[in-house]
């Protein structure tokens, strides 16, 4: 057949996506005897030469698939990309036996491959998460026959339509159509200063927030000074080694054979010199 000595071609291969739909739209369609021979020496012999003559015959209709999806304003380049990815694999699920064109089998792996790029890519926040949601999304928008918003009447119709409340069509519409808010100012915008972000606050903005900064910079430095200035020597070295030594911090055994006592009783001089430590900052 012609496509044995053709390449696969993407539109960044061809230079341009028209070039690449010209291409594509020069590869024979199959009949259903060679259709059948071809998907059979695929599924029984493993000829991937097979496989990729399936594929070349039916890019065209992935090209006209994409296109319906055209209004989600991404790229017909990117549509038309994944579902070629949806095409291959449905001709690697194709059951040749069973008395079906392949045709008619990869329409749903072509459209559930674009769908789920969509979903991914559309917008920043999903607007649709679950199996239902995801449903209504598309539905909803091949039902709207124009760009206002729906009426309280329309949203019931399409409610019984699609088999759902009348809520859940009025929040995938919000979803749906609102529009995106840009925190930071434009470039060129001229009243950068009623950007959102100019009325965000910064977390630690508010006054009880710069009262705990303060307060626990202070206990920190000066209140952990004057806490552990309140210790005994050999309390306050205990503590020094055992909490305020990063790299390479003191065990209770280390202490013990320094001071020739027991570690337990070296645990019992921590506590009760962090007990008194906690009463100093305290205060």
Do not use: C
Request: glycine share 4%; charged share 25%.
């Amino acid at each position: 057949m012609t496509a044995q000595t053709l390449n696969f071609p993407v539109p960044s291969s061809l230079g341009s996506l028209e070039s690449y739909i010209q291409a594509v739209n020069r590869f024979p369609i199959l009949s259903a005897e060679d259709e059948l021979d071809l998907a059979r020496r695929f599924h029984q012999q493993q000829d991937l030469d097979a496989a990729r003559q399936l594929v070349l015959s039916h890019l065209r209709l992935v090209v006209s698939i994409a296109r319906g999806y055209l209004g989600y304003g991404l790229p017909h380049a990117d549509l038309i990309q994944e579902g070629n990815v949806g095409l291959m694999k449905a001709v690697k699920r194709y059951d040749p036996e069973r008395g079906v064109r392949l045709v008619s089998f990869a329409v749903h792996w072509i459209k559930a491959e674009i769908h789920e790029y969509i979903l991914k890519n559309w917008r920043l926040l999903k607007v649709a998460t679950t199996k239902a949601q995801r449903k209504l999304f598309f539905n909803l928008r091949s039902l709207k026959q124009h760009e206002g918003s729906l009426s309280p009447d329309e949203v019931e119709a399409m409610a019984q339509t699609l088999k759902v409340s009348a809520g859940d069509v009025r929040e995938m519409e919000t979803r749906l159509y609102g529009q995106d808010i840009s925190l930071e100012p434009l470039v060129d915008d001229e009243e950068s200063s009623y950007a959102p972000i100019a009325y965000l606050a910064a977390p630690d903005a508010e006054p009880i927030n710069s009262i705990e900064r303060k307060e626990r910079e202070h206990l920190a430095t000066t209140g952990l000074a004057q806490a552990l200035d309140g210790l005994d020597a050999r309390s306050r070295h205990i503590i020094q080694a055992r909490w305020l030594n990063e790299e390479d911090p003191a065990t209770l055994h280390e202490l013990a054979a320094e001071y020739g006592i027991s570690a337990e009783r070296v645990r019992q001089i921590e506590a009760k010199a962090l007990q008194k430590m906690k009463a100093a900052l305290s205060e």
